[in-house]
């Protein structure tokens, strides 16, 4: 199948600090992408879609201005998280969905399918 | 919009018995209906998927769901678990290829 790299695995930061978290779709390319956060024991909340060469869309109640989403280009996605506070602290996942031209050509990725990164833990202190 | 529902957070079972996990959903149009499992600090794998066709759909890890489109079902089973099944399972739902909506999880946890 299709792989999404994350990077880093784990980051501990001091408040105040910035900390950027890369997620690469490593063998086709993503127009979309999407960053979802993990609280302990509940579901994934998604964040945004990030679209590449556009802005972000980000969903009800997440901050723009805190998790700045740049996708930079059709393997790339990036998500600062500014001025990190300990309730920052979570797990980040991102996830990818191959483009529409490449979707009928590899076994496993005609029908939309989304190809989760490895999650980033993000610990604040 | 879509929804979904998973009523069990946690299911214990014993080692080679056999498990369900339940997902219900909600939506006005068809949806693509898909498993996912996470293990410990890890991100999310897909199991299974249903899309169309046959409504019995299985993994390559003995795990298989059913879609029932009268109740709105797609529930996860596997007649023997192992201790590697231990870990957390997603259902998930989409319209097309628009955004997947996540439901909270269920924790399997597989005793010896």
């Known amino acids: 199948g299709a792989v999404v790299s994350q990077h880093p695995s784990r980051v501990i930061c001091k408040s105040g600090t910035s900390v950027k978290i890369e997620c690469r779709s490593l063998?086709?390319?993503?127009?979309?992408m999407f960053w979802y956060r993990q609280f302990p024991k509940k579901s994934l909340m998604l964040m945004a879609t990030?679209?590449?060469?556009?802005?972000?869309?980000?969903e009800q109640g997440v901050e723009k201005d805190k998790f700045l989403i740049n996708h930079a280009s059709l393997t790339l996605s990036t998500l600062t998280v500014t001025s990190a506070h300990p309730e920052d602290s979570s797990f980040y996942i991102c996830?990818?969905?191959?483009?529409?031209?490449?979707?009928?050509?590899?076994?496993?990725?005609?029908?939309?399918?989304?190809?989760f990164g490895e999650g980033s833990r993000l610990t604040v202190l | 919009a879509q929804s979904v529902t998973q009523l069990d957070s946690q299911v214990p079972v014993f080692e080679e018995a056999p498990v369900e996990l339940r997902c219900n959903y909600s939506s006005s149009v068809s949806v693509y209906l898909f498993w996912y499992v996470q293990y410990p600090n890890q991100g999310l794998q897909l199991l299974l998927k249903y899309l169309s066709g046959s409504t019995l759909v299985e993994s390559i890890n003995g795990f298989e769901a059913e879609f029932n489109k009268s109740q709105t079902s797609f529930h996860l089973r596997k007649p023997s678990v192992h201790i590697s099944d231990t870990a957390e399972y997603f259902c998930a739902v989409s319209v097309g290829y628009q955004k997947v909506t996540f439901g909270t999880g269920t924790k399997l946890q597989v005793i010896p």
């Open positions: 990030s679209n590449e060469g556009s802005k972000a869309t980000y």
């Open positions: 996830s990818a969905r191959p483009t529409l031209r490449q979707r009928s050509s590899r076994a496993g990725t005609n029908t939309g399918e989304l190809f």
């Open positions: 063998d086709f390319q993503a127009t979309t």
